[in-house]
């Protein structure tokens, strides 16, 4: 396991405090509408990248000298959190993205600085063409979401914020799982201080890679990855990423773009937050009654929606429950 507790631990001190200590409690509305379970939310979407890649992206900015120019591929948010933290660090960065990317997202990645390049149709294409780039390019470092052990180590501050708070006696913590770096580092810190614990996975029906490569003990391809759902629509996690998540994950459950919806209207009602599909994955496995237990948490992992899918969102909050149109955004998403 080359995930490290102690470098966790170190972390939380080296990590931009914007990053840290975001909100988590129990919303008394959420959890009657949850069948009555105590359900803590973790609000990921409390920093200036709206989603939890600003932890991970600056610790491993931390350990390069200054200066150093980056390169990453991203559908939005890893690339927002690593134009930020490179900002910050003075490092150039370049962003990949799929040709489908979220404008919105795109636009703030330039606006914190990155060069923002489109390449090709979907998350597959943009990460070749970074690996491409930095090959020709031997100056600047490729920085892979779910590789570098930092990244996932970053992420792994959730954990240790859990445990100080409402974290103790939980049955499940439940996270969506996009390339693995959320959920294998929350895992490596809660297997360590709370093992009682269950660590729940939460991939997209139409994107289910990582429930696929464990159940083959490998990573595995899928063909396509269907859902409006793109910060988490992955065709192929990394190695890396599985061999972590088979050492430290104990179950993946897959939830539907539908319930995925559902899941972003009822954090709006109850908490007052628009979510991103991805950010409500693991909300959704909740709601869905697919994670057993009376105790348990979840990571609201972000909130960039795409313009359609709010104006769909806001919608639905004014419609009411009968004849209220989908929250789905056509066409298909596929990004990481």
């Keep these: 396991m080359d995930l490290d507790v102690a470098r966790i631990e170190q972390a939380l001190r ?35 990248v709206r989603s939890f890649k600003g932890r991970g992206a600056d610790l491993m900015l931390s350990t390069l000298t200054p200066g150093t120019p980056v390169v990453c591929a991203s559908s939005g948010n890893f690339g927002q959190a690593v134009a930020y933290a490179g900002r910050a660090r003075g490092m150039p960065v370049e962003v990949f993205v799929p040709e489908t990317v979220n404008p919105g997202k795109r636009e703030r990645m330039e606006t914190f600085g990155a060069r923002v390049i489109a390449a090709g149709p979907d998350g597959s294409s943009a990460r070749e063409a970074a690996a491409a780039h930095a090959e020709h390019h031997p100056d600047r470092v490729h920085l892979q979401d779910g590789v570098q052990a930092a990244i996932a180590e970053g992420a792994g501050t959730i954990g240790a914020e859990l445990t100080r708070g409402a974290a103790a006696g939980l049955d499940a913590v439940v996270l969506p799982v996009g390339d693995g770096a959320l959920i294998n580092g929350v895992a490596r810190w809660m297997k360590e201080h709370a093992p009682g614990t269950r660590i729940v996975g939460v991939n997209a029906e139409g994107a289910p890679s990582m429930s696929e490569s464990l159940r083959a003990g ?11 759902a793109d910060g988490i ?95 789905l955004a056509s066409g298909e998403r596929i990004g990481s």
């Design 14 to 48: 080296v990590i931009d405090p914007v990053f840290l200590n975001t909100p988590q409690y129990l919303d008394e509305q959420l959890c009657r509408a949850l069948g009555g379970r105590a359900v803590t939310v973790k609000l990921e979407t409390a920093n200036p």
């Design 218 to 228: 490998r990573a595995v391809r899928v063909e396509r990855a269907r859902t409006f």
């Design 233 to 327: 629509a992955v065709r192929r996690p990394t190695e890396a990423s599985v061999r972590r998540a088979r050492a430290l994950v104990d179950e993946m459950v897959l939830v539907t773009d539908e319930a995925i919806a559902d899941a972003m209207e009822l954090a709006a009602r109850t908490l007052g937050i628009v979510l991103e599909p991805a950010g409500a994955a693991g909300l959704a496995a909740i709601a869905e009654g697919t994670v057993p237990g009376a105790r348990l948490a979840t990571v609201l992992t972000g909130a960039n929606p795409r313009p359609e899918q709010a104006r769909e969102l806001a919608a639905r909050l004014t419609s009411g429950r009968d004849g209220r149109p989908p929250l």
